[in-house]
């Protein structure tokens, strides 16, 4: 039976979402996936989809509208990769008891405003030019490693370089022999 994968989309959903697909290429082969779009958790609904009401729209209860929703649907212990605002989503349902076997997030830049670190196995990537990602400070206090790729900025996990690479690491948890 092959592992479950929980994939939690950044704050655009589906709607800008092509690059999902190069994760789903590497992926789907070894893993039973599951998708969830971070506006259809979160039951974000804004006249103007811009930037800006989006990301107002979570902020203001659509993250934890979001937590709710992934603790309703997934009950049994899945890796966990989510992107941006699904990684803040991701971590918080963490937190709250949502049965995680690893957590990799990749830019998930308001978990520096946590005060709790969820008990998982957990990879944390953010780009070196995101001027949102969590400090060395922030990192200490909760004891995680943040892996920083040099030259990226905040959107690194749509770059195909990254994407082979956090996929690389992935199927290496799954299908690592234990000696």
């Known amino acids: 039976m092959a592992n479950k994968l929980v994939v939690v989309s950044d704050m655009w959903g589906a709607k800008k979402g092509l690059w999902i697909a190069s994760y789903f290429g590497y992926l789907q082969q070894y893993f039973d996936i599951t998708?969830?779009?971070?506006?259809?958790?979160g039951d974000i609904d804004v006249p103007i989809s811009s930037e800006e009401n989006i990301h107002a729209a979570f902020v203001n209860g659509g993250i934890d509208a979001a937590v709710a929703s992934l603790l309703r649907k997934e009950t049994e212990p899945a890796h966990y990769l989510a992107f941006s605002t699904g990684g803040t989503i991701a971590w918080k349902a963490a937190l709250r008891g949502l049965p995680m076997q690893s957590l990799t997030t990749i830019s998930s830049t308001r978990i520096r405003l946590e005060e709790q670190t969820p008990d998982v196995p957990?990879?944390?990537?953010?780009?070196?030019?995101?001027?949102?990602k969590?400090?060395?400070?922030?990192?200490?206090?909760?004891g995680v490693a943040l892996e920083i790729v040099p030259s990226f900025g905040h959107h690194l996990y749509t770059d195909e370089k990254i994407i082979a690479d956090v996929c690389l690491?992935?199927?290496?948890?799954?299908?690592?022999?234990?000696?």
Do not use: S
């Open 134 to 142: 969590p400090d060395l400070k922030w990192a200490m206090k909760h």
């Open 169 to 179: 690491r992935l199927l290496e948890k799954v299908t690592k022999k234990v000696v």
């Open 35 to 41: 998708f969830y779009d971070c506006q259809q958790l």
């Open 122 to 132: 957990m990879n944390l990537i953010f780009g070196e030019c995101d001027e949102h």
